[in-house]
């Protein structure tokens, strides 16, 4: 049996305005760093194989905090990065209607599937490459514990994947900031034994 241990990279100053991110390389804020401490505090009780990341620093600089207890190297990798978001990448929800935009947001609302953002990455694309990262993390631990950090959209794909959902699942489910999902790989199938855990983000008084 494989256990991958889910994590949503910690906080931003993009999530607290609530920007865009996308790919854009946006730093762990000191309260997203606090964050990252403690689900490593968390994780740390866990006999870790190995630990996955995505590329982008708010993702891997929580897989290094999360891997330092363990002296385990980090595995990044772009093919776990966030969904690409093109134009929109940097802009609030009021940059996007001031740029004219409305429309093709209320749209990308209705159906994100459909209506991406312009030069946004096709929700199938992400889906693709997701599950590419998640055969190579399964190829290269047949069994034991693995730490993912990755982001909301990415991590998701594994938890609609284990659930026999389709892309269009995506929007079904959602991940808190440096939240915590586990799932399990048997022969005989996958196991979803955990969503959005965050009760790790209560222990010093750190908010979610």
Same mark, same amino acid.
């Given at each position: 049996?494989?256990?991958?241990?889910?994590?949503?990279?910690?906080?931003?100053?993009?999530?607290?305005?609530?920007?865009? =991110?996308?790919?854009?390389?946006?730093?762990?804020?000191?309260?997203?760093?606090?964050?990252?401490?403690?689900?490593?505090?968390?994780?740390?009780?866990?006999?870790?194989?190995?630990?996955?990341?995505?590329?982008?620093?708010?993702?891997?600089?929580?897989?290094? &905090?999360?891997?330092?207890?363990?002296? &385990? =190297?980090?595995?990044?990798?772009?093919?776990?990065?966030?969904?690409?978001?093109?134009?929109?990448?940097?802009?609030?929800?009021?940059?996007?209607?001031?740029?004219?935009?409305?429309?093709?947001?209320?749209?990308?609302?209705?159906?994100?599937?459909?209506?991406?953002?312009?030069?946004?990455?096709?929700?199938?694309?992400?889906?693709?490459?997701? &599950?590419?990262?998640?055969? =190579? &993390?399964?190829?290269?631990?047949?069994?034991?514990?693995?730490?993912?950090?990755?982001?909301?959209?990415?991590?998701?794909?594994?938890?609609?994947?284990?659930?026999?959902?389709?892309?269009?699942?995506?929007?079904?489910?959602?991940?808190?900031?440096?939240?915590?999902?586990?799932?399990?790989?048997?022969?005989?199938?996958?196991?979803?034994?955990?969503?959005?855990?965050?009760? $790790?983000? $209560?222990?010093?008084?750190?908010?979610?």
């Amino acid at each position: 049996m494989l256990r991958l241990y889910l994590v949503r990279h910690g906080l931003t100053e993009w999530n607290n305005t609530r920007r865009l =991110q996308g790919h854009t390389d946006v730093p762990l804020s000191e309260e997203g760093i606090k964050q990252a401490n403690l689900i490593a505090d968390r994780l740390s009780k866990v006999e870790l194989n190995a630990v996955w990341s995505s590329d982008l620093n708010r993702a891997r600089i929580t897989a290094e &905090i999360i891997a330092e207890p363990h002296s &385990i =190297q980090v595995r990044s990798t772009p093919l776990l990065r966030e969904t690409m978001l093109g134009e929109w990448e940097g802009l609030t929800q009021d940059d996007i209607i001031a740029r004219g935009d409305e429309p093709k947001l209320k749209a990308y609302h209705l159906d994100p599937m459909a209506n991406r953002p312009p030069g946004g990455e096709p929700l199938e694309c992400v889906w693709s490459r997701i &599950i590419e990262a998640r055969d =190579q &993390i399964i190829s290269s631990c047949h069994e034991g514990s693995v730490a993912v950090v990755g982001h909301g959209g990415s991590l998701r794909v594994f938890l609609c994947d284990a659930l026999g959902m389709d892309v269009s699942g995506l929007r079904r489910i959602w991940l808190d900031n440096v939240s915590l999902s586990m799932l399990e790989y048997w022969e005989s199938g996958s196991w979803v034994r955990l969503v959005n855990d965050t009760c $790790h983000l $209560h222990a010093d008084g750190v908010s979610e």
